[in-house]
């Protein structure tokens, strides 16, 4: 299949050549017509052909003074010439052995009779390579149904996630033949060598003497990948290289420019041979996709002297197509063709019947030759992408770009599942705290997951949440639903603990400490846009029957299926999405990475495994057909914000998407985090003696003395609500853990113990202040 083609290398040795003048030519060494060879010594015997049995061309020219010369000159060539062996035997009647007769005449020095001239030993050409034809017989399959139109809708291939497997239907009878030409380049073998140079250089070490010899070995192995050049573009009916303008034509500057453009980037149409009249249409070379099976039916090499070496050749039964099908007669030897049998990567190898069980071999199109074919999967035949777009959370319709308002972000609010109460704290895209969502037993006796402010959030409840976060409140309502109760939550923390244990995105330049990790890791609830685009108008039959009144190609309105997240990617952070008609999305199912034995068993109707991705489908869309975005998925993503979110299709490259890091680290860095406790015993802090006065006590706020952690790297405050709307804040001071004399006694609280992580410019600060003062002291100890 064809790869994007690299420009071919091109070396001058250092040294090679010398600015002084060469030597004037030796003389011209000459013979006396005496002393040309008439015969060759062989086994002890001299053979030796007469003048008048030499085989010589009718009327040979006799020049004046030159008569019977150029007689004597095929004399010695019929003796020197090793292919000429059995006609020099029947000539001479010799009845020896024709084989040591050409060997002998191979060393004309040692045994020719005479005095041979200059440079008369037999010689071979050097092999040097220039380019390589093949041919193949190429087997198209349908996407859907038969070739006929029969069995319209049943799928011919099946996606697993990861690739398309063949399911043994809808393939074309009869093969199309596709063939090309194109120079060879020992591109890997110098493409390697040059990587390996570039890592030793950039990775000095003990290993880079090792690597640099690896490279030497690189560039000497004569390596050599070509691509198939013109492989997919025949199958489109279209040529595979650019159109061309008239030079003749009269055209403006800028408006040459402009189609000189255009047409560098336009592979013109080949509607094939003209049709006859009163004989029907040409059948068309034309396929909608390039999926199929295909086997070589010949490969040649060819040098730059002609030679040809071909690997492999045609059967002898293939010969009897029609003249002009098959190449010539060529020189060497190779493999008969169905005889072939190409070493292939998994990828490329026909699909097993039966996955579970290999030995029962593989679809082919011909079974009794399997070994001859290879596989393409289904590709789209244009240039195409799938990628993601961020969306403005509050605005589908206002998607992310480099020129954004910067207050827009992509993020609906953070997550923060809670190890320690089993909660699930949110949070504005911005870092203020919202609300956690647990897990209660209210009076009725009947437990369920509910709304709980976090300190200074003025959502009281779910409701509140609609105008300012529009999809964490349709996440929380539909989490929180009266038939799913608790469990739905308890089981979303499963889902999420097993998720992140086995990813480990690593972000851009994250902060040394992030708070936020003392509850749980954070998590994004972000807004994007998943399509498939057309590079351009999609490619349409161009044969003659289509000139007047054209058949618009299928293969946009094909639906691709699209797996999200990479199990096996360690950076890939995604946990789940929600997916709905078109803008409306329904909350009520998580799209998770989990498998189905990996899932919590409660709850069960709110998970559904993305699996092979059958549940997102796309169409491949042309430029302006969508404006709207009807044919893409509008998604919310749950995933690590730090971690890349992949989308397979195996059609296309993969699509990558991960938020900017101006979105994800100047929140979580200063991310408010919260501890519930109560009812708690504490004691109002009394600060020690003031000896500068202020009435014998320094003058400080109020504040609690609890145990607490380090405050390191931010403040702890005791938060606590009596009346549920207003907030009153403690500053906070930790017990030494020493037995004391309550006085005062002790009053029980209940509230939040809230860590405000020190901000980015006071960590900044706090070396200068450190440094200055031991500059300070060291002076100090100067003076003295």
């Known amino acids: 299949p064809e790869q994007p083609t690299t420009p071919d290398l091109y070396t001058v040795p250092e040294g090679a050549y010398s600015e002084e003048e060469e030597d004037e030519d030796p003389p011209l060494a000459c013979r006396w017509p005496a002393a040309l060879v008439t015969g060759v010594r062989v086994a002890g015997a001299t053979v030796t052909a007469p003048q008048a049995n030499t085989p010589a061309p009718p009327h040979l020219p006799a020049p004046d003074g030159l008569a019977g010369v150029l007689a004597a000159l095929l004399r010695e060539l019929l003796h020197l010439a090793p292919s000429n062996a059995r006609a020099l035997a029947r000539a001479a009647g010799y009845q020896g052995d024709v084989t040591a007769l050409a060997e002998a005449m191979r060393a004309p020095e040692e045994n020719a009779v005479g005095t041979p001239g200059a440079f008369t030993a037999p010689w071979r050409q050097p092999w040097s390579p220039l380019f390589f034809e093949w041919k193949v017989d190429y087997f198209?399959?349908?996407?859907?149904?038969?070739?006929?139109?029969?069995?319209?809708?049943?799928?011919?291939?099946?996606?697993?996630?990861?690739?398309?497997?063949?399911?043994?239907?809808?393939?074309?009878?009869?093969?199309?033949?596709?063939?090309?030409?194109?120079?060879?380049?020992?591109?890997?073998?110098?493409?390697?060598?040059?990587?390996?140079?570039?890592?030793?250089r950039t990775h000095p070490g003990p290993a880079a003497g090792a690597l640099r010899?690896?490279?030497?070995?690189?560039?000497?192995?004569?390596?050599?990948?070509?691509?198939?050049?013109?492989?997919?573009?025949?199958?489109?009916?279209?040529?595979?290289?650019?159109?061309?303008?008239?030079?003749?034509?009269?055209?403006?500057?800028?408006?040459?420019?402009?189609?000189?453009?255009?047409?560098?980037?336009?592979?013109?149409?080949?509607?094939?041979?003209?049709?006859?009249p009163f004989t029907g249409w040409n059948a068309s070379l034309y396929q909608p996709l390039r999926a199929g099976q295909f086997a070589f039916e010949r490969l040649a090499v060819i040098d730059?002297?002609?030679?040809?070496?071909?690997?492999?050749?045609?059967?002898?039964?293939?010969?009897?197509?029609?003249?002009?099908?098959?190449?010539?007669?060529?020189?060497?030897?190779?493999?008969?063709?169905?005889?072939?049998?190409?070493?292939?990567?998994?990828?490329l190898t026909p699909s097993l019947?039966?996955?579970?069980?290999?030995?029962?071999?593989?679809?082919?199109?011909?079974?009794?030759?399997?070994?001859?074919?290879?596989?393409?999967?289904?590709?789209?035949?244009?240039?195409?992408?799938?990628?993601?777009?961020?969306?403005?959370?509050?605005?589908?319709?206002?998607?992310?770009?480099?020129?954004?308002?910067?207050?827009?972000?992509?993020?609906?609010a953070w997550l923060v599942p809670g190890y320690l109460d089993r909660a699930l704290y949110a949070y504005a895209p911005d870092g203020a705290p919202l609300g956690e969502l647990r897990t209660t037993l209210p009076p009725d006796g009947v437990t369920r997951a509910t709304w709980h402010p976090?300190?200074?959030?003025?959502?009281?409840?779910?409701?509140?949440?609609?105008?300012?976060?529009?999809?964490?409140?349709?996440?929380?309502?539909?989490?929180?639903?009266?038939?799913?109760?608790?469990?739905?939550?308890?089981?979303?923390?499963?889902?999420?603990?097993?998720?992140?244990?086995?990813?480990?995105?690593?972000?851009?330049?994250?902060?040394?400490?992030?708070?936020?990790?003392?509850?749980?890791?954070?998590?994004?609830?972000?807004?994007?846009?998943?399509?498939?685009?057309?590079?351009?108008?999609?490619?349409?039959?161009?044969?003659?029957?289509?000139?007047?009144?054209g058949t618009p190609p299928g293969y946009p309105s094909y639906r691709w299926p699209v797996r999200l997240g990479e199990r096996d990617e360690l950076a890939d952070g995604l946990v789940g999405y929600f997916h709905g008609d078109h803008r409306a999305t329904d909350y009520r199912l998580l799209h998770t990475v989990l498998d189905t034995p990996e899932l919590p068993d409660e709850a069960r109707d709110y998970f559904a495994p993305i699996g092979t991705g059958a549940s997102l489908t796309l169409p491949a869309r042309p430029p302006g057909s969508d404006p709207d975005h009807r044919d893409a998925a509008y998604l919310t993503l749950l995933a690590d914000p730090r971690g890349t979110v992949h989308a397979t299709t195996d059609i296309l490259p993969t699509a990558?998407?991960?938020?900017?890091?101006?979105?994800?680290?100047?929140?979580?860095?200063?991310?408010?985090?919260?501890?519930?406790?109560?009812?708690?015993?504490?004691?109002?802090?009394?600060?020690?003696?003031?000896?500068?006065?202020?009435?014998?006590?320094?003058?400080?706020?109020?504040?609690?003395?609890?145990?607490?952690?380090?405050?390191?790297?931010?403040?702890?405050?005791?938060?606590?609500?009596?009346?549920?709307?207003?907030?009153?804040?403690?500053?906070?001071?930790?017990?030494?853990?020493?037995?004391h004399h309550p006085h005062p006694v002790p009053a029980l609280r209940t509230g939040r113990l809230t860590l405000r992580p020190t901000r980015a410019d006071e960590t900044a600060a706090e070396p200068a202040d450190e440094t200055a003062a031991e500059t300070a002291a060291q002076t100090q100890g100067d003076r003295r």
């Open 656 to 739: 990558e998407v991960r938020l900017p890091a101006r979105l994800v680290e100047p929140p979580l860095a200063e991310l408010p985090v919260s501890f519930r406790l109560g009812p708690l015993p504490t004691t109002p802090y009394a600060p020690e003696p003031d000896p500068a006065g202020n009435g014998g006590r320094a003058v400080q706020p109020p504040a609690l003395q609890l145990p607490r952690p380090s405050d390191r790297h931010g403040t702890w405050t005791w938060v606590e609500s009596a009346t549920g709307d207003q907030w009153t804040e403690a500053g906070t001071h930790a017990t030494d853990g020493e037995a």
């Open 140 to 200: 198209p399959i349908e996407w859907q149904g038969d070739p006929g139109g029969a069995g319209a809708g049943r799928a011919n291939w099946s996606f697993d996630g990861n690739s398309y497997r063949w399911l043994g239907t809808g393939a074309h009878p009869v093969p199309v033949s596709l063939r090309g030409r194109q120079f060879l380049t020992p591109t890997p073998g110098k493409t390697t060598a040059a990587a390996l140079r570039q890592y030793a």
């Open 454 to 549: 976090l300190p200074y959030s003025r959502y009281r409840t779910i409701g509140e949440l609609r105008d300012a976060y529009p999809h964490l409140h349709d996440f929380l309502v539909a989490l929180t639903a009266p038939d799913r109760g608790p469990a739905a939550l308890r089981a979303l923390l499963t889902v999420i603990d097993r998720t992140l244990s086995t990813t480990a995105p690593l972000g851009d330049a994250t902060p040394p400490h992030t708070p936020s990790v003392l509850l749980g890791r954070p998590l994004a609830l972000l807004r994007v846009r998943l399509g498939i685009d057309l590079d351009g108008p999609p490619y349409a039959d161009p044969a003659w029957r289509n000139l007047r009144e």
């Open 304 to 347: 730059r002297f002609g030679h040809t070496l071909p690997a492999i050749f045609p059967d002898p039964r293939a010969l009897m197509f029609a003249a002009g099908n098959e190449p010539g007669d060529v020189i060497g030897v190779g493999v008969p063709a169905r005889r072939f049998a190409p070493e292939l990567p998994e990828e």
């Open 213 to 276: 010899a690896l490279a030497r070995q690189a560039d000497d192995a004569d390596l050599f990948a070509q691509p198939l050049v013109g492989f997919t573009e025949q199958l489109t009916a279209r040529g595979h290289t650019p159109a061309s303008l008239n030079p003749h034509s009269r055209l403006s500057p800028g408006l040459r420019t402009a189609l000189t453009e255009a047409a560098a980037r336009t592979l013109p149409p080949d509607p094939g041979a003209r049709p006859r």
């Open 353 to 412: 019947r039966n996955p579970a069980a290999p030995a029962e071999g593989h679809h082919t199109i011909n079974p009794p030759t399997w070994y001859r074919f290879t596989q393409l999967t289904p590709r789209l035949v244009q240039p195409a992408r799938a990628g993601f777009t961020l969306l403005d959370a509050l605005d589908d319709l206002n998607p992310l770009t480099t020129s954004s308002d910067p207050d827009t972000t992509a993020v609906a």
